[in-house]
């Protein structure tokens, strides 16, 4: 009996942007800014036979290049302090949804829908990614992946373990 074997054939994706990614974005428009400004300083310099003009174009460029990193880097820390800062009422949100009598995922879901700052987009996809089946430990890790937080790592490892431990879920998330 011949075994007949199907060419499997690959899927083809569409390869990502390289602009797609924000920090890629803010330095691409930095560099283009800053060079633009260093360019035309030079420019108007030479015309006027002014160094000063050079050299408040040299700082005011790299002023220019800096400042929207920084900005950006400002702005991702804050994200990161809202998150921490509004974990432990997410946790608290949990425990009383599992005391209530809901399965972790459901209070989970219940838990996503509070206003809890920039946790709340995190949670939202979290509860997508669960309602769509994907394994647990897979939507935990993709959830302490973009929260980019370690007590957001952490949070998610207990909660793995709770589900993993079973018994009184409400027991476990009140250790946590």
């Not at 942007?17 to 930095?30: R, Y």
């Amino acid at each position: 009996m011949e075994v007949v074997k199907r060419k499997q054939t690959s899927k083809l994706e569409p390869s990502e942007s390289i602009l797609k990614n924000d920090i890629l974005k803010t330095i691409v428009f930095s560099l283009i800014a800053s060079i633009s400004v260093l360019a035309m300083s030079f420019y108007f310099s030479e015309y006027s036979n002014s160094t000063t003009i050079r050299d408040v174009g040299l700082i005011f460029g790299i002023m220019v290049g800096i400042i929207p990193l920084t900005i950006h880097q400002l702005k991702e820390v804050q994200r990161r302090d809202n998150i921490d800062r509004n974990l432990p009422v997410f946790l608290l949100a949990l425990l009383s949804s599992v005391q209530s009598g809901a399965n972790l995922i459901k209070a989970i879901e219940q838990a996503g829908e509070r206003n809890l700052g920039a946790l709340t987009p995190e949670l939202k996809n979290l509860r997508a990614n669960l309602s769509w089946g994907t394994p647990i430990e897979d939507a935990f890790e993709n959830f302490a992946e973009r929260t980019g937080t370690r007590v957001a790592r952490r949070v998610t490892v207990l909660l793995e373990m709770a589900m993993k431990i079973g018994g009184d879920v409400s027991e476990n998330l009140e250790m946590i």
